[in-house]
């Protein structure tokens, strides 16, 4: 049975670097069939994609972010990685890491409890 | 980017009762089109994918219709643990985008 867990400071200061880690267990990060997904929610609010990779290292990001995303994968580790730099307060949110089905159709089948990150001086 | 738009946002209903929730997308998306559950402190839960296939383990109370810029996500018979937000999603291209949400709550 799949499982992903978030893991990262929950506090993060104004101006710095958020970073957390998603470590998946009971499969392989290097499948061929998937996408590794970073999603957040700020409290009270919707979801927000912030960006995929694949386990080769090919990235996608969601343009109102790329300018402050990295997302990388360790497959020795199983995990995947989130950087978020420059972080406002805007930026506080649940971050959720979720399984993406490479081919049709497409959707997110497994997630991780999420992880509360707040950014506050 | 696809811009998703659900309605209602949200709506209050009764045990038993048929509740559906629409969602439409700013250009055409095919049938990728996901559905997924949130209740308070937890992460979304796949209820339906490509617009129409239930999850493994969904009750069958829940189902899903439309193709293009429409859909639908149907609760046949409301039970008392369907009490939740619900979002759908597009994955036809990047970004992937949800609505908004829907918040289904007890009458």
């Known amino acids: 049975h799949l499982q992903l867990q978030e893991s990262g400071p929950g506090l993060v200061k104004p101006s710095e670097t958020l970073s957390l880690t998603c470590t998946v267990s009971?499969?392989?990060?290097?499948?061929?069939?998937?996408?590794w997904d970073w999603i957040r929610q700020p409290p009270g609010k919707g979801l927000e994609w912030i960006g995929s990779?694949?386990?080769?290292?090919?990235?996608y990001y969601n343009p109102s972010l790329k300018s402050r995303v990295t997302i990388s994968v360790d497959t020795s580790k199983n995990q995947f990685s989130l950087k978020l730099s420059s972080v406002t307060a805007a930026d506080t949110a649940v971050y959720y890491c979720?399984?993406?089905?490479?081919?049709?159709?497409?959707?997110?089948?497994?997630w991780g409890q999420g992880t509360l990150v707040t950014v506050s001086s | 980017d696809i811009q998703m738009t659900q309605s209602p946002s949200s709506l209050s209903a009764s045990v038993g009762d048929r509740v559906s929730i629409t969602c439409r997308a700013s250009q055409s998306i095919s049938r990728y089109l996901n559905w997924y559950q949130q209740k308070p402190g937890k992460a979304p839960k796949l209820l339906i994918y490509a617009a129409s296939s239930l999850q493994s383990g969904v009750p069958s109370r829940f189902s899903g219709s439309g193709s293009g810029t429409d859909f639908t996500l149907t609760i046949s018979s409301l039970q008392p643990e369907d009490f939740a937000t619900y979002y759908c999603q597009q994955t036809y291209t990047t970004p992937r985008t949800f609505g908004g949400g829907t918040k289904v709550e007890i009458k």
């Open positions: 990779i694949y386990y080769s290292g090919s990235t």
């Open positions: 979720a399984r993406e089905l490479l081919e049709w159709p497409r959707n997110f089948d497994y």
């Open positions: 009971g499969g392989s990060i290097s499948s061929s069939s998937y996408y």
